[in-house]
């Protein structure tokens, strides 16, 4: 079975502070796809970014940085100088996927974190 | 840009009552998912599609089924709606391999 544990339930910081997100997960599998997806006030899950479990490097875009360590099955996600607008609910997810890196879909997601980003 | 729509933002019903949510995507995706958020308890997967006619239950299906007749259109019933399926529903599509994209979610209160 898969889990996805979001360990911080929520986080408030002020703006302009750098905020870690944590994430860590189980599966048996060898072979499987990380996810982070940002939720904001309108509800719609907006997509950030998919890892492939053979892929560690580090990831950055913008202030969004993702570091995957598979040591300790962890995906974590941080903001740099984080605003307003970052605020959100930030959800983790996880889908297996065969032998051959097909993913099979099923997205299993943490319980999500909810980030209050004050001016 | 992927548009995934779902008939309503907001609903209410009574116990009992035949409840369907609409979910239509217009990219073509093959696969449909149909989750429920609950605080606390992230997003769990009722059903999905990997394609048209084609159903396979997810980790919560009890009380639920599902329809997709044509490839754009996934819609999830509740046969007799309950008090503990009060819920926000979503619905998510991807084409195969790819990344599922979301629609903006029903709120569903039955009373």
């Known amino acids: 079975a898969q889990k996805v544990t979001q360990a911080q339930t929520e986080i408030s910081v002020v703006e302009k502070e750098d905020v870690t997100l944590d994430c860590v997960y189980e599966t048996r599998d060898t072979t499987y796809y990380l996810f982070w997806y940002k939720q904001p006030p309108s509800g719609e899950l907006v997509f950030l970014i998919r890892?492939?479990?053979?892929?560690?490097q580090n990831e950055i875009s913008g202030r969004y940085s993702w570091n995957f360590q598979k040591s300790t099955s962890s995906f974590n996600f941080t903001i740099t100088a984080s605003q307003v607008v970052d605020s959100a609910v930030y959800f983790c997810?996880?889908?297996?996927?065969?032998?051959?890196?097909?993913?099979?879909?099923?997205?299993?997601f943490g319980q999500g974190t909810i980030l209050t980003v004050h001016p | 840009d992927v548009k995934v729509t779902q008939s309503s933002r907001y609903l209410v019903k009574r116990t009992g009552e035949k409840v369907f949510l609409e979910c239509v995507q217009d990219m073509d995706h093959e696969n449909m998912f149909w989750y429920r958020q609950d605080p606390g308890l992230g997003l769990r997967l009722i059903y999905f599609?990997?394609?048209?006619?084609?159903?396979e239950k997810g980790d919560i299906p009890e009380g639920y089924s599902v329809s997709r007749e044509k490839k754009e259109r996934f819609s999830l019933i509740l046969e007799s709606a309950s008090t503990n399926q009060t819920s926000m529903y979503l619905c998510a599509s991807r084409q195969t391999e790819d990344t599922q994209y979301f629609g903006p979610g029903t709120r569903l209160t039955v009373l």
């Open positions: 997810a996880l889908s297996a996927a065969n032998a051959g890196g097909t993913s099979y879909g099923k997205l299993t």
């Open positions: 599609s990997y394609d048209v006619k084609m159903k």
């Open positions: 890892r492939n479990s053979f892929d560690e």
